[in-house]
Structures are given as C-alpha cells and as structure tokens.
C-alpha cells in the first residue's frame, strides 16, 4: 500500500517513511527537530486506568526510540459512551494523563469519536538533537544489542483473556508496558549510541529486522540471554499465543533463522509486543538493559542462536 504513496522532498524531513523509523524527524530552523508520532489500540486489559497508562507509554515510546524527548500530546478516543459509566472513560484520561506528566510533556487536549469497539492512543510531538537521534540506518558491525524490558506481553495478555494467567504475572506485565523506556533513551545517549527501535507489533525479530534491511547488516540474537515475562514459558505451552506472531513469522520468511533454539523461544522473538522495551545498538553496555546480541556483517536477516 505504501508503495503508492508519493515520497516527500522536503530538505527539512530528516526522517520519513522509507526505512520503517519509529518516529518522523522534521528540521526547524534554530538547529533542533521535531519528532511526531501517533499510536493507538484497543485495550490489551481489563483495568481502565492501566489501560491508559500503557497506552500513553507506547504512543511516547516512539518518541523517546528517536532520541527525543517528549513535550506534547494529543488525545485519541474512541469510545461508546452508553457501553460504560463515564468514570471507566475518565480513569482512561487518567492513566493517559499521569504517564504524560511522569514523561515531563503536556497534554493539549485531542479528538473523538464514538465507536463501539474502545480505542486510545496519542499523538505526540518531541524535541531531538539532530546530531544525536536515533535512525534505522545507523547500526554498524560489532554493535551489541541491549533490551531495556522483558518480552511476552502479547502471550500473557492472551493468557489473560482466556483466564490463563495468574495476578502476578499480569501484574508484572502491566508493570512493563506501563514503563516509560526515558531511561533507557538516557542511558543510550550517554553512551553515543546512534540507532535504537522500540519493540511493539512487528516483534523483537522485525523491528530488529527494519535495522538490519536499513543498515544492510546481519543481526544475530542470543536466545539464552533474553529477559522473558513470568509465566511466559508454561503459557505457550498451554497454547497461549498470538495471531500477531503468525503473521510476523509469515512476514519475515528466510530472513529469520533459528539454530539450537527451543520452540518455546521461537515464539518469544515473534510475539508481538505493546510498550515494548527499548532495543538499542551500541559499542558500550546501556546501563539497565541486557545484552542480547550482535549485529555482524551480512545480508539483512535476523539470526537466533
């Protein structure tokens, strides 16, 4: 589909729609750039007030995988207001709005519409310095690999739905999504990296595979070294996965390989994630993060060992 979508020419757009960037990068004049995102989805749990916050933290996520830093967003709602007393709509806004102040941006207000299936995300808008943002492109041959939060959202949300998952580990779930990765974008700075992603719908292995394709590098994931969710491996087993991976898998075809990988673990790489950890590519360890992998020399693909 994009494919019939016309380019833009503009010097000023840094960043675009080629390479499968998190975020858009536009140029201003006094040397910085704007960074503008947009995100939504309808509720991955029961709770309204998470709901919100996770929300909230995957629409800034976008921004914070550029190198940017947040300062305002826009509200996108679509709800049935006779499905609900009005309070589960507000502690929506609630959670949207206490994640937005936590990420130091401002909320200006947004738009919407009655829908009977539930939706909200944001649009939101950030500041970055163009000379150190994050891009696609930038990953180069000896970098490692460093994920700032565990993998499995997608399968202990499932579990959750089909009554399959305990407290605990829905709560530790809610935990990870409802994390802004600010931090994580920090400490990526501090070390002069140049290229990070967030890892949400495409999965760990093809949001790692939009770098390789741009970098024209290979990417080889250690599949030991990856942080998992609580209960993550007993819920494949019962059968709780995703759509989503199939489709992921489906896409990434003979560019995703696997060599003395339990299958369990093939379904982790391809869950698809919300509010994802940050994955950034480095010559120095991110502090908070854990080391995943390397990216070597190589035709684009994804390998797990």
Same mark, same amino acid.
């Given at each position: 589909?994009? @494919?019939?979508?016309?380019? !833009?020419?503009?010097?000023?757009?840094?960043?675009?729609?080629?390479?499968?960037?998190?975020?858009?990068? %536009?140029?201003?004049?006094?040397?910085? &750039?704007?960074?503008?995102?947009?995100?939504? %989805?309808?509720?991955?749990?029961?709770?309204?007030?998470?709901? $919100?916050?996770?929300?909230?933290?995957?629409?800034? !996520?976008?921004?914070?995988?550029?190198?940017?830093?947040?300062?305002?967003?826009?509200?996108?709602?679509?709800?049935?207001?006779?499905?609900?007393? +009005?309070?589960? /709509? &507000?502690?929506?806004?609630?959670?949207?709005?206490?994640?937005?102040?936590?990420?130091?941006?401002?909320?200006? $207000?947004?738009?919407?519409?009655?829908?009977?299936?539930?939706?909200?995300?944001?649009?939101?808008?950030?500041?970055?310095? +163009?000379?150190?943002?994050?891009?696609?492109?930038? &990953?180069? +041959?000896?970098?490692?690999?460093?994920?700032?939060?565990?993998?499995?959202?997608?399968?202990?949300?499932?579990?959750?739905?089909?009554?399959?998952?305990?407290?605990?580990?829905?709560?530790?779930?809610?935990?990870?999504?409802?994390?802004?990765?600010?931090?994580?974008?920090?400490?990526?700075?501090?070390?002069? #990296? @140049?290229?990070?992603?967030?890892?949400?719908?495409? #999965?760990?292995?093809?949001?790692?595979?939009?770098?390789?394709?741009?970098?024209?590098? !290979?990417?080889?994931?250690? /599949?030991?070294?990856?942080?998992?969710?609580?209960?993550?491996?007993?819920?494949?087993?019962?059968?709780?996965?995703?759509? $989503?991976?199939?489709?992921?898998?489906? %896409?990434? =075809?003979?560019?995703?390989?696997?060599? =003395?990988?339990?299958? /369990?673990?093939?379904?982790?790489?391809?869950?698809?994630?919300? #509010?994802?950890?940050?994955?950034?590519?480095?010559?120095?360890?991110?502090?908070? #993060?854990? @080391?995943?992998?390397?990216?070597?020399? $190589?035709?684009?693909?994804?390998?797990?060992?």
């Amino acid at each position: 589909m994009l @494919r019939h979508l016309p380019r !833009s020419t503009d010097p000023n757009l840094l960043v675009g729609f080629e390479n499968r960037d998190d975020a858009g990068v %536009f140029a201003m004049p006094d040397g910085r &750039a704007l960074v503008q995102t947009v995100d939504y %989805f309808t509720p991955v749990v029961d709770d309204p007030y998470a709901y $919100g916050q996770i929300a909230a933290a995957n629409a800034l !996520s976008d921004i914070y995988a550029m190198g940017g830093t947040p300062i305002t967003v826009l509200n996108i709602a679509c709800f049935n207001p006779l499905a609900a007393p +009005p309070e589960v /709509w &507000a502690q929506i806004l609630k959670g949207m709005h206490d994640k937005t102040v936590e990420a130091g941006a401002v909320v200006m $207000g947004g738009h919407s519409v009655e829908d009977n299936e539930p939706k909200f995300g944001m649009a939101v808008t950030g500041l970055v310095d +163009p000379n150190k943002m994050f891009v696609n492109t930038m &990953a180069r +041959p000896g970098d490692a690999i460093y994920l700032s939060k565990p993998l499995g959202t997608g399968i202990v949300t499932t579990a959750a739905k089909n009554n399959a998952a305990s407290e605990e580990e829905l709560a530790a779930a809610i935990q990870a999504m409802s994390t802004l990765n600010r931090v994580a974008c920090e400490e990526a700075l501090k070390v002069g #990296s @140049r290229c990070a992603t967030d890892i949400t719908g495409f #999965s760990l292995a093809g949001h790692l595979f939009n770098i390789a394709r741009a970098s024209e590098v !290979s990417i080889e994931i250690e /599949w030991a070294e990856l942080p998992v969710l609580l209960g993550v491996q007993r819920m494949i087993a019962e059968g709780q996965t995703t759509g $989503g991976a199939v489709k992921n898998r489906k %896409f990434l =075809g003979d560019s995703l390989s696997f060599k =003395g990988v339990p299958e /369990w673990i093939e379904h982790v790489v391809l869950d698809p994630q919300t #509010s994802g950890g940050l994955a950034v590519l480095a010559s120095e360890p991110v502090a908070g #993060s854990v @080391r995943i992998g390397t990216v070597i020399e $190589g035709a684009p693909q994804i390998r797990v060992v």
